[in-house]
């Protein structure tokens, strides 16, 4: 898959590509080829040319779940804290965006940044999410403030009800709060409380 405006394309990621691509943000290479397993995929990839430059992992939902460590684990995203309403079998959770991601390290390439590469992988996930027959997607929002964004790598309310979502609850997350004050991610003339508030978004695919 490709898109007409520039060379980046898109696949799945499989298992052929663990100890291949970075997935320390996805968990220990067995664990990661269990949920290929079991989802066909981990993750919907970018490439320019040979080189990943970015990746939307997913995991299958499970209610309940809770980060152990905040917003500085992985699980933070499927941790909606009561929030999310009862959501059937064959459900699927994104997880955060990774652009710019070259390496299996944290650090990010700017030139990918403002290209929409984060849509577009979005956009891929959810038409093959769609046509393997997945109920429904969830998503945690974040605010819409380019700083917290780039802090958080996930995308506003706006990105998912544009694509059919429906916000199904929002709150300030206390963690977020803290750290976007700390960091000094506020932007002028925004409250830190709306520079935290995060959303549960939900798709029915079937």
Same mark, same amino acid.
């Given at each position: *898959?490709? $898109?007409? @405006?520039? &060379?980046? #394309? !898109? ?7 663990? =100890? ?23 993750? *919907?990839?970018? /490439?320019? =040319? $040979?080189?990943?430059?970015? &990746?939307?992992? /997913? ?7 809770? %980060? ?14 009561? @929030? ?13 965006? @990774?652009?710019?991601?070259?390496? +299996? ?7 990918? &940044? ?8 979005? +956009?891929? !996930?959810?038409?093959?999410?769609? &046509?393997? =027959? ?10 819409? /403030?380019?700083?917290?964004?780039? /802090? ?11 694509? =059919? !979502?429906?916000?199904?609850? #929002? ?12 960091? @000094?991610?506020?932007? $002028?003339?925004?409250?830190?409380? +709306?520079?935290?508030?995060? %959303? ?7």
């Amino acid at each position: *898959m490709s $898109d007409e @405006h520039d &060379q980046i #394309s !898109f696949r799945l990621m499989t298992a052929a590509d663990v =100890g291949v691509l970075p997935i320390s943000h996805q968990g220990e290479p067995d664990t990661v080829r269990q949920r290929i397993a079991d989802l066909g995929a981990s993750a *919907m990839l970018a /490439f320019d =040319g $040979d080189q990943h430059v970015g &990746q939307l992992q /997913f995991r299958r939902y499970e209610s309940g779940v809770r %980060s152990p460590h905040g917003l500085w684990d992985p699980l933070y995203w499927a941790d909606f804290v009561g @929030h999310a309403p009862a959501l059937p079998a064959g459900t699927l959770a994104v997880f955060c965006y @990774h652009v710019g991601q070259r390496d +299996d390290t944290d650090a990010r390439d700017p030139q990918y &940044q403002g290209r929409r590469l984060g849509l577009r992988l979005l +956009d891929h !996930f959810l038409d093959w999410a769609s &046509q393997a =027959g997945f109920a429904a997607v969830v998503a945690k929002a974040v605010p819409a /403030f380019r700083p917290v964004m780039l /802090f958080m790598g996930g995308q506003p309310v706006d990105v998912y009800r544009a694509r =059919g !979502f429906e916000v199904v609850a #929002s709150w300030v997350d206390p963690e977020l709060h803290a750290v976007v004050k700390d960091k @000094h991610l506020v932007p $002028d003339g925004v409250t830190s409380e +709306d520079a935290a508030r995060v %959303s549960c978004c939900v798709r029915r695919l079937r």
